[in-house]
């Protein structure tokens, strides 16, 4: 077997492309900052926040009626198909987001048996 070293040519060729990707990456960026200086874009969050805040809102004991019912509607708003909650907008069911957001919706008063708490396999009577 024989290795050979890649040309000059195309290590050179490589190269460039890395550089002009990397300033085409850069001036994109830039083109979308402020002249002040930052940046403005759409941050979006998964249900963790908003369970966790519930939860140490419920644990401090200043957990309102309201705020409970507005975090779980949100939390249910974001339930897979299949009855789980992901980590990032489209991701796959994740147990340590799930486990977060079905304490939260138990603390918020679902129950278990409310049609939004059972997984999509649950409700088609294979578990």
Same mark, same amino acid.
Not at 36 to 45: D, H, I
Not at 58 to 65: C, D, E, Q, S, T
């Given at each position: 077997?024989?290795?050979?070293?890649?040309?000059?040519?195309?290590? !050179?060729?490589?190269?460039?492309? $890395?550089?002009?990707? #990397?300033? =085409?990456?850069?001036?994109?960026? /830039?083109?979308? &900052? *402020?002249?002040?200086?930052?940046?403005?874009?759409?941050?979006? !969050?998964?249900?963790?926040?908003? $369970?966790?805040?519930? #939860?140490? =809102?419920?644990?401090?004991?200043? /957990?309102?009626? &309201? *705020?409970?019912?507005?975090?779980?509607?949100?939390?249910?708003?974001?339930?897979?198909?299949?009855?789980?909650?992901?980590?990032?907008?489209?991701?796959?069911?994740?147990?340590?987001?799930?486990?977060?957001?079905?304490?939260?919706?138990?603390?918020?008063?679902?129950?278990?048996?409310?049609?939004?708490?059972?997984?999509?396999?649950?409700?088609?009577?294979?578990?």
């Amino acid at each position: 077997m024989t290795i050979t070293s890649p040309s000059p040519e195309a290590v !050179t060729l490589a190269g460039d492309l $890395a550089a002009a990707t #990397l300033q =085409r990456a850069t001036d994109h960026l /830039l083109s979308l &900052q *402020d002249p002040a200086g930052w940046w403005q874009g759409e941050l979006e !969050t998964n249900v963790t926040m908003d $369970a966790e805040d519930l #939860l140490l =809102r419920h644990f401090l004991g200043i /957990l309102r009626p &309201q *705020d409970a019912a507005d975090a779980a509607k949100w939390i249910r708003s974001q339930q897979r198909a299949d009855g789980t909650w992901a980590n990032f907008y489209g991701g796959p069911g994740d147990l340590s987001t799930t486990v977060e957001a079905y304490v939260a919706l138990r603390l918020a008063g679902d129950q278990p048996g409310d049609e939004h708490r059972r997984s999509s396999t649950c409700r088609h009577g294979s578990r």
